[in-house]
Nanobody, 123 residues
Framework: QVRLVESGGGLVQAGGSLRLSCAAS????????LAWFRQAPGKEREFVAG????????YYADSVKDRFTIARDNVKNTVFLQMNSLKPEDTAVYYC????????????????WGQGTQVTVSS
């Protein structure tokens, strides 16, 4: 079992930056693949970025590639999402997720979820 708690969301102007954090409980954090998803009002939840358990593989949605960076600290049981050059279309609730058995782009591959943190980008 993994419990995930996101933080770091807020209001930022277009072009600005935010860093999201997701703190995890559980002794086997380092064995989980982790991912960030987001959901804008009236839209389906979509994949943003993922990272393997060993952090040697990272992958991104095309819409955030070269602007967002995912990283993890297996000592502090935390995963991060550094978001730069933010755009109004990045506005959404951002969710951290974890999976012990797979890593991919589909939300249904991830059984563990945080409560979400709101990111709002003003134009």
């Amino acid at each position: 079992q993994v419990r995930l708690v996101e933080s770091g969301g807020g209001l930022v102007q277009a072009g600005g930056s935010l860093r999201l954090s997701c703190a995890a409980s559980g002794r086997t954090f380092s064995s989980y693949a982790l991912a960030w998803f987001r959901q804008a009002p009236g839209k389906e939840r979509e994949f943003v970025a993922g990272i393997s358990w060993s952090a040697d593989i990272t992958y991104y949605a095309d819409s955030v590639k070269d602007r967002f960076t995912i990283a993890r600290d297996n000592v502090k049981n935390t995963v991060f999402l550094q978001m730069n050059s933010l755009k109004p279309e990045d506005t959404a609730v951002y969710y951290c997720s974890a999976s012990a058995h797979s890593q991919g782009y589909n939300q249904y591959e991830y059984p563990y979820w945080g409560q979400g943190t709101q990111v709002t980008v003003s134009s």
